[in-house]
C-alpha cells in the first residue's frame, strides 16, 4: 500500500501538471508555436520524459520560454528518475528484508544508494543487518559448540549410566559373594565347634584309655610275680613229687623183697608137705599182695612221670607268659607313650578348633558388617543410577534441543 | 587160693609145680627140684662152657652155675635185669640156677590134665613132661622133665 505512494505522487504531480495544458488545450486550440509546447508537454505527461521542445518549432519569442520550458522538463526528468532510483532501491532494500524475514537470509543485504536522503536509512538498516549478522555468526558458533557439548555431556552421560549400572551389578555380585561368605563361614564355625566337641570327647576317651593301660601294665606286673610265685611252686612241686619217686621206690623195692621171700616162704611150706600146705597158701596170699603194691607202685611211677611232664610243661608256660607279660609290659608302656601323644594332639586340636570357632564367629560378624555396608552402598549406587538415568535423558532432551536450534540457527544465512 | 584149697580137698592125684616165664615161654619145674627163689645179682662169666651158660654167681657161700634155658633150647637169648630172677634148682647131686624174667608161683595140676608133648616137635620136646593147656595159647605151660634136662645140661658143659 505505502509502496505505491512514491510512484502515485508523481503521477498525480503529473496529472496536474497535464491539466493545466489540457485544460489550456480545450480552452482553445493554442497557436502553432504554442502547439510545440502543447506536445511536448503532452509527450511528457504520457510518459516520456526526454521530450523537449523543439527550438525550431517555437518561435523568436518563444525561444526563451522553450529554453526554460525545457530546463523545467530536464529538472522534472532528473528529479523522476532520482525518484525512480530511490524507488528501485527502496524495493531492493524491502525485497532484501522480506527475505530475510522470510528464509533468514541476511548475506543478501548489499543494497547500495546515491541517495542522500535514503543514504543514511540504508546506513543504519546495514548496521543492524550486520549487527544480526554477527549474532547469527555467533549463535550458530555457540549452537554447534551447544550441540557438540550436549553430544559429549550424552556421551558422558551414558557412559556414566552404564558404568553405574555396571557397578551396581558388581555390588550386587560382591552382595551375593558375601552372603555365601557369610554362610560359609558360619558352616565353619559350626564345623570347628564339632570338631572342638569330638576333640573333647576323643580327650575323655584317651584319658580313659590312658587310667586303663595304667591298669593294664599294674595287671601286667601282678601277673608276673603271680607267675614267678607260680614257677616256684611248680620247682616246689617237682621236688616233692621226686621225693614221692623216690619214696616209691622203696616201697617198690620192698614189695619185691616182699615178693622173693613170699615165694620162698611157699617153696618151704610145699617142701614141708601136707603140713606145710596151709603155711604155703598164707605165703602165696602174701605173695599176692605184694604183687598187688607193685601193681600200684608202677601206676604212682606213671603217675609221677605224668606229673613231671606236666610240671615241666607249666614251668615251660610260666616261663613263656613270664616272658609275654614283660613283653606286654614293654607294649603297655609304649601304648602309655601313644596315648599321651595323643592327648597332646587332642588337646592342641582341641586348642585349634575353638580358636578356629572364635576366629570364624568374628569373620562372620565382620562379613555381615560388610553384606550392610555392600547394601547401603547399592542403595546408593541404585540412586546413582536413577539420577544418571535422568541426567542421561537430560542431556539427550538436551543434544535435541541443540540440533533443533542449530537447524534453526542454519536457516540465518549469515555470509 | 580158693581153688588151690578146692583141688587139694579132691581125692584125685595132682603134681606141684613151680610155674615162671622167661621170654614168651611159660615153663614148670616139678616143685621138689626148686630149693630157692632169689634176685639175680653179679654173674660171672665162665671161659670154655656152652653158651647156656650164662656163667656162676654165689649165693650163701655157694658157687652155682647159672643156665640159660632159652638157649639152652635153641628158643632165643635171656636178658637179665633188676627184676630178674634166679630159682635154684636140684636134682640128685646137680644144682644149678636157672633164669627166669618173672615167677608166675606155685600151682597143683591134676595129672589128668597133663597133656603128653606134641609128636614131631623140635628138640625141646624131649626134655617135657607135658604141656598143660592154658585158657589161651599163650597161657599154656610147657612141664619140663627137669631131671634129665640138668643131665644133657651137665654132659654137654662137660663134653667140652
Partial sequence: ?415 | MAPDRAVAAQARPEQEFFCFRVGDLRFGVPSENVLEVFRAGLLTPLPRTPSFIMGVTGHRGEVLPVVDLLRFLSKGEARIGPRTRLFIGVTGSIVAGVVADTVLGLRRIPVSEILPPPLGGDSAAEHLLGVVQGSTAQDGINLLNFHKLLQTARQRAVAR
Fill in chain 1, 1 to 415: 500500500m505505502s509502496l505505491d505512494t512514491p510512484n502515485e505522487k508523481p503521477a498525480s504531480k503529473a496529472r496536474s501538471a497535464r491539466k493545466a495544458p489540457a485544460n489550456k488545450a480545450s480552452a482553445a486550440a493554442p497557436p502553432a508555436p504554442l502547439k510545440a509546447f502543447t506536445d511536448t508537454l503532452l509527450t511528457v505527461l504520457a510518459g516520456n520524459l526526454q521530450a523537449r521542445v523543439p527550438k525550431e518549432l517555437v518561435g523568436a519569442g518563444g525561444e526563451e520560454m522553450a529554453h526554460l520550458l525545457n530546463q523545467v522538463l530536464d529538472n522534472f526528468a532528473s528529479s523522476e528518475h532520482r525518484k525512480h532510483v530511490a524507488a528501485q532501491e527502496i524495493d531492493q532494500a524491502l525485497d532484501a528484508l522480506i527475505s530475510l524475514v522470510r528464509e533468514g537470509d541476511l548475506s543478501r543485504w548489499n543494497t547500495t544508494t546515491e541517495d542522500p536522503q535514503l543514504g543514511p536509512l540504508l546506513e543504519g538498516f546495514g548496521k543492524v543487518i550486520e549487527t544480526l549478522r554477527t549474532f547469527v555468526r555467533e549463535i550458530n558458533e555457540a549452537a554447534l559448540r551447544l550441540s557438540s557439548s550436549a553430544n559429549q555431556v550424552l556421551a558422558a552421560s551414558t557412559q556414566h549410566e552404564t558404568s553405574s549400572t555396571e557397578q551396581a551389578a558388581a555390588i550386587h555380585e560382591t552382595t551375593a559373594t558375601m552372603e555365601e561368605l557369610k554362610h560359609a563361614s558360619a558352616q565353619i564355625a559350626e564345623n570347628a565347634g564339632s570338631v572342638a566337641r569330638v576333640a573333647e570327647e576323643t580327650l575323655g576317651a584317651a584319658r580313659a584309655g590312658r587310667g586303663a593301660i595304667g591298669e593294664f601294665i599294674q595287671a601286667m606286673q601282678q601277673i608276673r610275680s603271680d607267675g614267678v610265685a607260680v614257677a616256684d611252686s611248680i620247682a616246689k612241686l617237682s621236688k616233692r613229687v621226686e621225693r614221692i619217686g623216690t619214696v616209691v621206690e622203696v616201697i617198690d623195692e620192698i614189695a619185691d623183697r616182699s615178693d622173693l621171700l613170699a615165694l620162698n616162704a611157699a617153696l618151704e611150706g610145699s617142701r614141708a608137705g601136707e603140713a606145710g600146705k596151709g603155711f604155703s597158701i598164707v605165703a602165696a596170699e602174701m605173695r599176692r599182695l605184694a604183687e598187688n603194691v607193685l601193681d600200684s607202685t608202677k601206676e604212682i611211677k606213671n603217675l609221677i612221670t605224668e606229673i613231671r611232664e606236666a610240671t615241666a610243661a607249666a614251668a615251660g608256660a610260666a616261663e613263656a607268659s613270664k616272658t609275654a607279660t614283660e613283653s606286654g609290659e614293654k607294649l603297655g608302656a609304649v601304648a602309655a607313650q601313644a596315648v599321651e601323644g595323643i592327648l597332646a594332639g587332642v588337646q592342641e586340636t582341641s586348642d585349634a578348633a575353638r580358636v578356629i570357632n572364635l576366629a570364624t564367629q568374628q569373620q562372620r560378624t565382620a562379613t555381615e558388617q560388610v553384606v550392610a555396608s555392600m547394601a547401603e552402598i547399592e542403595d546408593v549406587t541404585r540412586q546413582t543410577t536413577q539420577a544418571s538415568k535422568q541426567a542421561t535423558g537430560a542431556a539427550a532432551e538436551l543434544t535435541q534441543l541443540a540440533a533443533r536450534l542449530a537447524e534453526l540457527i542454519k536457516r540465518f544465512k549469515a555470509d
